[in-house]
């Protein structure tokens, strides 16, 4: 199998920023190769959707200056290139959520996490394709055409943050950021062989994240190893003034106990997780990862999370209903796209039927008939009823197990255009999403392959131990090599 | 002014009226309800105090300003109300281009405050109304259409800085029963409001605004009528109008055997009418949900006792209390306790050691006509509360007379300057001694015999014309109820 070592922008971020400081790069030098890598690949992978050189080149003269004059205070992440998922707000660079109701949008502030990454000395490369405002999980919902999978590019990367996970596969930057509302950042993982992460719901500021489901959704890192993983999520994560739903408490450094092991843990496997649409070849992945993880020294447990089923229905109900009102905002009145008609409603009403798409349409109107008066207590007070029943199971089975390990997707990456009805593309979230009704932390590691395309493992612990997470995630990378695995594009342009 | 339908006396003998009324309030803060752009949308460039949060940008959320929150819990407990120890927002979803988010935060089925109360007496009867809830939400953008409205406007332009103002929802009871019951439950609230700090009750400007639901049916009835919510009343005359004439149409309809629609009208001062402006059929459905950018809020008793121990001494209690203490009248009592910066600057004159009654007298009389004539109450006048009182312990003490300390306060009121300095300086201190006086009543009765021998004969206003010629003698310093009596004592000789 190759290796992804051969390729300078396909290192890590702690091989990387070794390599600043001893000399052997420079910032300046890593983004030339990221760029170059990028003009080559992404005219088959279509992972970006704006390249920010000038900003990046800022950047990188800045971090030069910083690694110059404080070596070793500068942070780990100084200098080094990354790239950021388009409902990401930069200040002054178009963001468009995938969406053409957003074309030629660019905010007048940068986000929360996007803000202290660049303060810790990040060189923005660009804004990564994905489904329009992340709804999907394949990015063939992007209004700027679908992305490939670097591993086979006739199929499809997952999604919604499909092209911030093939970015890092196809080993044009080491890291990037993605939002992870239902499984959008560790489902495009596991398709795309690397590893993503969902904090805790409340442990990064959302501020600047453009709201797809504001109770669900978080911000979360694509890189190729968990300790680099953990390194991007301890820049980002902690309070903000500027979010309420952000928890001021401090953040427990996850690389204190990275090296600690699964000896003497309990690990709960839900058997839910295994459902129908489970291929054999992720079951066999799924159970080999478990058993390195048992030879490790953790205790297997078999554990049930018998709401599972129809947490997908709760999810089909209150994503869509907060969608259908954060969504309201895009009428055409103040910023990207409008409709020019003479009365205000067919303004509305034409700016919306030309700018959103259909799984946005379809999600809108299934939110708003959630709320209706009439139906709000069938479905979105029922569905609220039932959340809080699956978030009390897996407190339940936290209870006896220190963490829930399963596979992160039924099934690896599928052809484009193979699964045109939305209740198939559904169900590739049916392990990820009961994680974020709950504000679980969870992530995807990489665990094998079928027939060349990669495997993941779900990882998951209860509500603020996201360092538990690291750690487990940790021990299972560094008993295996799957995270050495190169997709084809790395080195390309080396 | 506007000819206005009176509602004819028969119109309330055959049918009760039941009004409900519902206050927008914006509170006094200093920024805006979820973001830290200032609050004050009057005095600003167009969008000039706006920010990403309250233009509603993509991916921004809201903070809650903890100063609204202590302002609606103070206002809840001004009006009686129990505050709930949790509370949360809702998100009120509906489409219009002043509002950016295409939703407002607001509060649905658990607001800050509920089951509170307001009394008042109208025509000497006491009026007990009681306040449903009080909860907070945030206000809208302006728009001003280039024509009558947007939907026939060439364009329309949107200013953003009312966006996001803090606005309270005082949400009344249908316990009102006449039209000047409500506007005598209006001026109490918004007196309650500005006394307690949180709302300047600017009804022009909208910083106060009104909106009534009424209904009709026969004496006796339990069940309600149907209801007619009636809006853009932006003064008090004009929501009392608006009823009055509200209640006529809805009486022509029912007396003529119709049956009326539930509905929204607006009332139209230039043509003294309301005019229908959305029936129930077209009504929105606003999808209320929680709010799920901000967690619930929690209030715990001790915050709730730190709110009420900010609560100043309110209108009513006032009152009660300068009838008691200074032996006020009801009357006098309620002018001089109708503003907080009133009833404080008489008790600041009391204080001063000037007398209650005459500190009444001169504060609501030629004080209270200075303050308006010059937009400037005492307290920000140049003479101040220091400078009244002095003037007014010189005429306590006899050193001045009436119409020297009228002329004096006239002077003083806007420039500002020390009353004693001056009555010293020019010789204003009044004529007491009778020695002094008798001589220019002497000399008035002798230079007017005419007036003296009518006085005589028994025509009591002659004495005016003397008095007149003493006064002017003195140079307006005699004491002149000293010049009466040695007058008439001089006459009846």
């Known amino acids: ?494 | 002014m506007t000819q206005t339908a009176r509602a004819p006396a028969t119109a309330l003998d055959r049918y009760e009226v039941v009004i409900g009324l519902e206050v927008h309030a914006q509170l006094l803060t200093r920024s805006k309800m979820f973001c830290p752009c200032p609050a004050d949308y009057i005095n600003a460039g167009p969008n000039e105090n706006t920010c990403p949060v309250c233009l509603g940008l993509p991916g921004v959320l809201p903070t809650i300003n903890q100063q609204a929150v202590d302002f609606t819990v103070r206002t809840a407990l001004a009006l009686h109300c129990d505050i709930p120890d949790f509370t949360k927002f809702d998100r009120k979803n509906y489409f219009y281009p002043d509002l950016p988010k295409g939703y407002q935060i607001s509060q649905f089925d658990l607001p800050l405050s509920l089951n509170g109360h307001l009394e008042f007496p109208v025509n000497g009867t006491a009026v007990r109304c009681g306040i449903t809830r009080v909860h907070l939400e945030e206000d809208t953008g302006t728009m001003h259409h280039a024509g009558d409205v947007l939907q026939s406007a060439a364009s329309s332009l949107i200013d953003f800085n009312r966006c996001g103002v803090p606005l309270m929802e005082i949400v009344g009871e249908p316990d009102l029963r006449t039209p000047e019951a409500a506007r005598e439950y209006l001026v109490r609230l918004r007196q309650i409001l500005t006394y307690i700090g949180v709302n300047d009750g600017n009804l022009e400007q909208g910083s106060f605004r009104c909106d009534a639901n009424v209904s009709l049916r026969p004496h006796g009835q339990t069940e309600l009528g149907v209801k007619v919510e009636v809006k853009n009343m932006n003064s008090f005359r004009a929501v009392q109008h608006a009823l009055d004439s509200e209640i006529e149409r809805q009486s022509a309809v029912l007396d003529a055997g119709g049956t009326l629609v539930q509905e929204t009208r607006g009332w139209v001062e230039t043509q003294g009418r309301t005019i229908s402006q959305r029936s129930k059929e077209q009504a929105h459905d606003y999808r209320y949900f929680p709010e799920p950018d901000l967690p619930p809020l929690r209030l715990d008793a001790a915050f709730v006792e730190r709110v009420r121990s900010t609560l100043p001494e309110l209108p009513e209690a006032r009152a009660q209390r300068f009838q008691t203490a200074y032996g006020l009248t009801a009357y006098d009592a309620a002018v001089l306790t109708d503003t907080r910066e009133s009833a404080d600057a008489y008790e600041a004159l009391v204080s001063a050691g000037v007398s209650a009654k005459l500190a009444a007298n001169w504060h609501s009389g030629d004080v209270a006509a200075l303050a308006n004539e010059h937009h400037q109450p005492l307290q920000h006048s140049g003479l101040g509360i220091a400078g009244l009182a002095s003037l007014l312990r010189l005429v306590e003490s006899g050193t001045i007379n009436g119409p020297t300390a009228k002329e004096l306060l006239a002077e003083l009121y806007v420039s500002g300057g020390d009353p004693e300095a001056l009555v010293r300086d020019r010789g204003l201190a009044q004529v007491s001694d009778t020695a002094a006086l008798t001589a220019l009543v002497d000399a008035a009765v002798a230079a007017n015999p005419g007036a003296a021998a009518d006085f005589r004969a028994g025509k009591q206003q002659a004495i005016g014309q003397l008095m007149r010629a003493v006064k002017d003698a003195s140079g307006g310093k005699a004491d002149m109820p000293v010049v009466n009596r040695l007058l008439r004592d001089r006459l009846s000789e």
């Open chain 1, 1 to 494: 199998m190759r290796s992804r070592a051969a390729s300078l922008t396909a290192s890590t971020i702690t091989e990387l920023a070794a390599a600043l400081r001893d000399g052997s790069t420079t910032p300046r030098a890593l983004l030339a190769a990221a760029v170059a890598h990028l003009e080559k690949s992404d005219k088959d992978l279509n992972a970006y959707l704006t390249v920010t050189r000038e900003l990046a080149e800022q950047q990188a003269d800045a971090a030069a200056l910083t690694l110059e004059q404080h070596p070793d205070s500068a942070s780990p992440l100084c200098g080094i290139p990354m790239a950021l998922k388009d409902v990401l707000c930069v200040d002054g660079i178009e963001t468009t959520a995938g969406s053409q109701i957003l074309r030629g949008f660019k905010p007048p502030y940068t986000g929360t996490a996007v803000r202290r990454l660049f303060d810790a000395g990040a060189v923005c490369l660009g804004k990564t394709n994905c489904d329009e405002f992340a709804m999907g999980s394949s990015t063939e919902n992007s209004s700027f055409g679908p992305v490939g999978n670097p591993w086979d590019i006739e199929r499809v990367p997952g999604g919604s943050s499909g092209g911030s996970a093939a970015t890092v596969a196809a080993g044009t930057v080491p890291y990037s950021l993605g939002t992870d509302t239902g499984g959008s950042i560790r489902q495009p993982a596991a398709l795309c062989g690397v590893v993503g992460f969902k904090p805790t719901y409340g442990r990064v500021s959302r501020y600047g994240l453009i709201a797809f489901a504001s109770s669900l959704d978080q911000i979360g890192p694509f890189t190729r190893t968990v300790e680099d993983c953990a390194l991007v999520y301890s820049a980002i994560a902690g309070g903000d003034p500027r979010d309420s739903t952000c928890d001021p408490r401090a953040v427990a450094d996850p690389l204190d106990s990275l090296h600690a092991g699964v000896a003497g843990l309990r690990l709960g496997i839900p058997h839910e997780y295994f459902g129908e649409g489970t291929e054999p070849g992720v079951r066999a992945a799924v159970e080999a990862a478990f058993a390195v993880l048992e030879s490790q020294g953790a205790t297997l447990v078999e554990v049930s999370l018998p709401s599972t089923d129809v947490a997908l229905s709760v999810y089909y109900i209150i994503a869509p209903a907060e969608c259908s009102s954060n969504l309201a905002r895009y009428d055409g009145v103040r910023f990207g796209v409008r409709a020019d008609r003479p009365s205000l409603t067919d303004m509305y009403l034409e700016t919306r039927e030309a700018g959103f798409g259909r799984e946005v349409k379809r999600r809108v109107m299934l939110g708003t008939y959630s709320l209706s008066s009439g139906y709000y207590d069938a479905y979105y007070r029922q569905a609220q009823k039932v959340r809080t029943l699956v978030s009390q199971e897996f407190d339940a089975v936290f209870q006896d197990v220190d963490a829930i390990i399963s596979p992160t997707s039924p099934s690896v990456a599928f052809p484009m255009g193979s699964r045109s009805d939305p209740l198939s593309m559904y169900l590739c979230d049916a392990c990820t999403l009961p994680t974020n009704l709950a504000g679980l932390p969870g992530i995807s590691v990489p665990c094998g392959f079928v027939d060349g395309l990669p495997v993941g493992l779900q990882i998951l612990a209860p509500r603020f131990e996201d360092a538990r997470v690291f750690r487990v995630a940790h021990a299972y990378e560094q008993a295996t090599d799957f995270h050495r695995a190169a997709s084809p594009f790395v080195g390309t342009a080396a």
